[in-house]
């Protein structure tokens, strides 16, 4: 196991992977401005990777305990998404089902529309309902 999966590193493998240079990070140590690395006995720097982070040294770096938070917002991210894909889905049936009763309903009106105009002949007009009852043929 790495110092860094262990959770502190050296001030060269601190510079290894962050964008400033060992000189800068040197002088932020000198300084106190992360106050949770320590000296080691040897006259290194024992730097904790939380601290790296949380000072910007490393910005690309997630902070230590946000993976079970993005893992949680990820998962109920994906939760909402499938269940609004389900909600899509039902109203594009029901949509697809509209459609198609108003296509049947539009065939059926052509049809009777074809019935009627067959139906009417440019015959002689007829007369009323009473002259047909009334008269003697």
Known sequence: MSSAEAGYVTLAEAARRSPLSLATIRRRLAAGRIPEAERTHSGGWSIPVAALVSHGIWPSTTP??????????????????TAELVAMRHRAELAETARDAAERNADDLRTAMRMLEAGRTPSAPRGRWWHRQTSTD
């Not at 230590?64 to 998404?81: P, V």
């Open 64 to 81: 230590a305990g946000d993976d079970q938070a993005d893992t949680e917002t990820t998962t109920a991210e994906i939760e909402r998404l």
